[in-house]
């Protein structure tokens, strides 16, 4: 009977007017005064109709005599009785249905601070509570010395002595069938040596399942022995419970002994050393052994010889023993297990997975002891059920780090070899690729955060630090979900869009596709995709923000104050984005065209909103804003005029000088240069005197763009034709 049920029992007999309200761990479990929690009592805030007392049962009231009979147990109850007859703030809380309902609208709200406050004052009681636990619990050993305690010698040696004996014989029986199980373990070992890994696993399996048949065997040999012995067909408790540990310590060792193979080599799954793998696994069976003994077979051997409160002194100073052991021993070996973690995470892909599994292999040590602190905190405060919760918990944050590094190891494989598409789409839009493989990563990047949030998370829900669940549930953990989704909708949705705008216009200039551009469209389109790509943004950001929560109304007008603002400071900008706005409706010049701005003259190889990009002859590259811009001279509109001026001397004959200027043409018109000649030579004749000669001047009227090279090649022309007819240049 729990201390949980004899206190409840004691105020059912004293307090039938009482509404008792609790929660009652399993009777199996045996109280004890380290991890006595005391029931909540609910008071009436008024007069109850009068009930009728429950009638207590003969072995309940036999039960609280026996508890009451044990000092240690008697002098706890009477110290929680004491501390629930005080008035605290959680009896006062305590009020009907009804008047909670009525008067919930006038409760103001707690502030955060104190909120925080109190779990700071909550967690401090608790340790306190703790460690109390625990200096009572030891303090019980100190009767062994004191005297106080009565120990039963003559039990000890009955069941000490039959003990022993079965103890001596379930080893030698193991022994014996572990010495028979070595040749199948042999014939195993001999089979898997040098074979992959996958194989010595399983290979592995089957010497471990032999294992688990020899442990077997010697249970049911020790079993029947103490069946045998004990005359009646019954083993006694003591005998019974060191069976018990007995197999389970020796399955734990199987599955240590697996885990490290220091005595098979050939079916190492590890690559550990010798002396490496034997030095943990001797020690490690040593502290299982020690602990597995101590508290499942000597500990109830004191409680009957000694008694109930130094067998808890007992249990807790084993298991606090095991825990600096268990300390000292990863304290010891942190370096040397550190770099045989760092070895086992090189082939890992995933980089997420590998900086987590990077920085648990550096702080490893430190979370193993954590981990094994918060089993002991949790065993002294939650005595009937941390082992099930820690057990709990473990499975579900190994299962919870292995899924994570699925998901995280499947991402990576998907983007290790980028984006590949069809040759056909390449041709079509050659730049798509290139925009792929840099938007994938930065979604799978996206996805891998929250891939890391969601495993914390989960961790946190593992271990009972959070309440996921019921926040999901809750209207604040909805609304919050959905607004998250949809901000991320906004966005993928927005990169959609800019991707498809930016391909269709890829997919107007490109020119291989047959289509015939001119440069007002390809300037056109290229200022329409940075204006859309600017506008996207704006109009995403502020959907996102306002999916978030974020009132963007102040932000709307923030931004008109600071555009006016700006607007006033900065007005050459202003200048140059409507200047620009201008130039393009009217067409005055586009990406390609030969022009003279500001001063400058060359080929326009970039035009924004507000500059225009001008790269000279000489391939010097000129930014020009388009508030310095006040006349644009474009050589490439319509048509252009190759002009050729040639002085010859005064005694030339100017009609033999005309008509080799005209020959000159004819052959020109003749070669290749002929087919970007729009009409005939304009011959424009004598159109200066100099103290050189006579200078005649004449006009070929071309495509835009083709002057330059066909002005070029007719003086090459004139020159040959000059020479052949013996006319003579004049120089000043």
């Known amino acids: 009977m729990s201390v949980f049920r004899l206190l409840a029992l004691l105020l059912t007999l004293a307090l039938p007017t009482l509404a008792l309200a609790q929660t009652a761990p399993p009777a199996a479990a045996p109280a004890t005064p380290s991890a006595i929690v005391m029931p909540k009592l609910v008071l009436p805030t008024k007069p109850a109709a009068p009930e009728t007392a429950t009638v207590t049962s003969p072995e309940a009231a036999k039960a609280l005599a026996d508890i009451l009979k044990d000092d240690a147990t008697r002098a706890a109850l009477i110290g929680e009785l004491e501390r629930l007859a005080q008035p605290t703030a959680g009896d006062a809380a305590a009020a009907p249905a009804d008047a909670a309902s009525t008067e919930a609208a006038d409760t103001p709200t707690v502030p955060l601070a104190r909120e925080i406050g109190s779990v700071t004052q909550d967690l401090s009681r608790q340790v306190v509570d703790v460690v109390l636990k625990i200096g009572r619990g030891l303090g019980n050993l100190t009767r062994l010395v004191d ?125 550990l050393k010798a002396a490496t793998a034997r030095f943990w696994y001797l020690w490690l069976s040593r502290l299982i052994g020690f602990l597995g003994y101590g508290v499942l077979v000597a500990h109830p051997l004191v409680n009957k010889a000694i008694g109930f409160s130094v067998g808890i002194g007992f249990r807790l100073a084993v298991v606090l023993i095991t825990l600096v052991g268990a300390t000292v021993l990863v304290t010891a070996k942190r370096d040397e297990v550190r770099a045989g973690l760092y070895r086992l995470i090189e082939p890992v892909k995933g980089s997420v997975l590998r900086t987590a599994l990077a920085l648990l292999a550096h702080a490893w040590h430190v979370v193993v002891i954590v981990y094994l602190a918060v089993a002991f905190v949790l065993w002294v405060s939650r005595p009937f059920d941390a082992v099930d919760y820690m057990a709990w918990a473990t499975v579900e944050t190994v299962l919870t780090i292995a899924l994570g590094g699925l998901v995280d190891s499947l991402i990576s494989n998907a983007i290790s070899g980028g984006v590949r598409l069809p040759a056909d789409v390449k041709k079509t839009l050659p730049l798509l690729e290139a925009r792929l493989n840099m938007m994938v990563p930065m979604v799978f990047r996206a996805v891998r955060i929250v891939l890391v949030l969601v ?67 390809r300037t056109l389109l290229s200022l329409f995709r940075n204006a859309f790509s600017i506008v996207l943004i704006i109009i995403a950001a502020m959907l996102t923000l306002s999916q978030l929560g974020v009132d963007i109304a102040p932000l709307v007008a923030g931004a008109g104050v600071v555009g006016l603002a700006v607007g006033f400071g900065s007005q050459k900008l202003v200048q140059d984005i409507i200047t620009g706005a201008f130039i393009q409706f009217e067409n005055a010049m586009n990406e390609g065209d030969v022009v003279t701005v500001a001063g400058l003259t060359g080929v326009v190889d970039r035009l924004t909103i507000r500059s225009v990009g001008i790269r000279d002859t000489d391939g010097v590259y000129h930014i020009i804003p388009f508030s310095s811009v006040t006349s644009v001279s474009n ?87 000059f020479d052949e007819r013996s006319i003579k240049f004049s120089f000043p």
Not at 230 to 237: P, V
Not at 500 to 511: F, G, K, T
Not at 677 to 705: D, H, N, Y
């Open 455 to 521: 495993v914390v998370a989960v961790l946190l829900q593992c271990w009972g630090l959070v309440d996921l669940l019921a926040w999901f549930e809750s209207e604040g953990g909805t609304d919050a979900v959905g607004r998250i989704l949809s901000a991320a909708i906004i966005v993928l949705a927005a990169g959609s869009i800019w991707l498809a705008a930016s391909s269709w216009v890829e997919y107007r200039l490109n020119p291989s596709l047959g289509r015939i551009t001119n440069a007002r469209t």
């Open 635 to 721: 050589a490439m509109r319509g048509f252009a005029f190759a002009a050729s001026t040639v002085s010859v001397a005064y005694p030339t004959d100017l009609d033999e000088a005309k008509a080799a200027m005209r020959e000159a043409f004819d052959r020109l018109m003749d070669g290749p240069r002929g087919a970007v000649i729009l009409e005939p030579l304009e011959m424009q004749g004598v159109v200066s005197f100099s103290a050189a000669g006579v200078a005649l001047k004449v006009r070929i009227k071309t495509l835009p763009g083709e002057q330059w090279a066909t002005g070029r090649l007719y003086s090459e022309l004139v020159k040959k034709v």
């Open 147 to 271: 005297g106080s305690a009565d120990i039963n010698w003559d039990g000890v040696r009955e069941q000490g002595v039959s003990l022993v004996i079965l103890v001596v014989f379930a080893f030698a029986t193991l022994t014996i069938a572990r010495f028979l199980a070595r040749f199948p373990l042999g014939a195993v070992e001999r089979v898997a040596r040098d074979k992959p890994l996958t194989r010595r696993v399983l290979w592995s399996g089957l010497a471990l399942f032999i294992d688990w048949a020899v442990i077997g065997l010697a249970w049911f040999v020790t079993s029947a022995y103490a069946i045998a012995v004990a005359g009646g067909g019954r083993i006694d408790l003591m005998q019974s419970l060191f069976i018990d540990a007995f197999v389970v310590i020796e399955f734990l060792k199987s599955c240590l002994a697996t885990v490290l193979q220091y005595r098979r080599p050939a079916l190492k799954v590890f690559d």
